[in-house]
């Protein structure tokens, strides 16, 4: 593999000194960017781009050669998963995801496996592979998946939901069952990244995209409880060095202690807790990433580059920050405001460092 | 005015005892019900429901008819303010609220007016003053509006959105033009509540269902700010009685102490937020107001007695409590379960207090 050139997202995320706050954006390599749209209309399906290893490579770059970014991702789905334990992924034009078998019966729960990555997500291996041969060392590559709890609200409800009745039905009528179907997605989710780490990921992420819509109590039961199991599951060093991990629940920001304990290296932010708030909270012991709100890209250069500057300051000076935005870009922002705010991260947080 | 006769709801918003916590459901009235499907089905559209104060009332009434609730609320929409404001509110069938005239520009802005409550809401005051007629006594009727914020992202976006790309790109671009907005807004809110109070409502809601969108620094600018004003400009009694008034963010759980400040009675909870937690830091400035996930009523009877027992608990003893769900229960609940829920509370509840 060839020697690393930018190490700064990883330094960051160990908490190590860095000469400027790194810098990526969720969906970074997504439908905002107009290379990415003709990509995709070559590659025909969403879920057919996400299984071309050379296509996946392609737009995992695109961002890349735009941007000066500090990290690329691994162009993939979360829902790879739950496809490859064989609940049939599709996306219905206009609808978002959807699963032809969800997962509702004491009798759908048992006939759940736990895939073997290599092959039943080969492509996803060999996505991570080109892309490790084609970025030949320029950025880091993070690899990822779903946490259990986030992939089971889409394997009971059959696809995207609102109200999250069938699983909330689970979750208050049935613990028993779901705690099942969680446990087996948990050893499915740590094989699939331990294999991403194997094929060449430098830094894996978790993302619990509804996480945020449980209890408290249930929250820590059954998402964090998973997630816990899954980073001590994880292989924590590849090729002699150190795989960094970062968890991230979205409207999360009241559990960060607990997050914390789980030993992960970083924990993302929502754009909803202050970032200096959230790191009194957390000390020493995690880097945090984000937490701009990805609707700032709406506004012009200036605003961007002052919200960059309040969340630097709020953050303060030292080591163990990433910047990123909230959640993912959205496809209607115009990538040359995506530029001002990578722009703007990287001179303005200069003077934090060093 | 006929004497109040179960004026449990009241006390416990003012922190005084009582013999069992209040409970009431937000959307009590609504289509779980088959009453109120029967009744919807003979008004012809929402709106029409809303403007016809005779049916306004009878949906009203109809889960007190079934349910040893301790409060009523007035049947209606917190887009009637918008509405008239003159922006032209319509529901397109299964695609939910959406305005003719969205405000977008600084014209748009500028034109907005502050609606006479009695003649452009008439047929709210009108609902008002029937409900409580019809209700005899039997319980307090709540009235209600949304927060300026709130009310702000449907004018804007023109509808419900998923992103708000266009409120938060007036938020970030346009700050100015958004504080105009809001402010005759806000004026609106509370000329509104005050005629809804003069007609008879007995406490007020003001409902800040986007809030928790917000950076923690802007929700105290674009959402707090002008619910604060509001609660300051309200008529806080009415025929000798204390008007209390409960504020209400979804997802704003890590702002109570900042919504404590307005001077508002009491705060409304979701489940995303231990109660326990909620009232220590609150201390004794406020009533809480919550906080049952509504999806509990997907379980059994026994599971939902079970959670009502836990918050119950985590509330603990003494007054300032008043039970609810987290958000409005779902159109798809058994009213049976909410049967459970309701009776499970007052049950359970009678050892914490006395």
Known sequence: MAELKNDRFLRALMRQPVDVTPVWMMRQAGRYLP?????????????????NPELACEVTLQPLARFPLDAAILFSDILTVPDAMGLGLYFA???????????????????????????????????????????????????FAGSPWTLATYMVEGGSSKE????????????????????TTADAVTLYLNAQIAAGAQAVMIFDTW??????????????????????????EHDGQRIPVILFTKNGGSWLEAMADTGADALGLDWTTDIG?????????????????PCLLYAGPDRIREEVATILEAYGPGPGHVFNLGHGIHQHVDPERAAAFIEAVHELSACMHG
Do not use: W
Request: aromatic share 6%; with cysteine; hydrophobic share 40%.
């Open 35 to 51: 290379e990415y749209r003709a990509t995709r209309a070559r590659a025909g399906s969403f879920m057919d781009l996400c299984k």
């Open 93 to 143: 034009e206009g609808e978002g995801p959807r699963f032809e078998r969800p997962v509702r019966s004491a009798t759908d729960v048992e006939a759940l496996g736990v895939p073997d990555p290599e092959e039943a997500l080969g492509y996803v291996m060999e996505a991570v592979r080109v892309i490790r041969r084609e970025l030949d060392g320029r950025v880091p590559l993070i690899g």
């Open 164 to 183: 999250f009745a069938q699983v909330k039905g689970m979750l208050y009528d049935r613990p028993d069952l779901l705690h099942r179907l969680l446990s």
């Open 211 to 236: 996480g945020g819509i449980l209890t408290p109590r249930d929250y820590r039961a059954f998402s964090l409880n998973y997630m816990a199991r899954i980073v001590a599951g994880l292989q924590r």
């Open 277 to 293: 708030e959230a790191r009194r909270r957390v000390g020493n012991r995690v880097a945090l990433q984000g937490n701009m709100d």
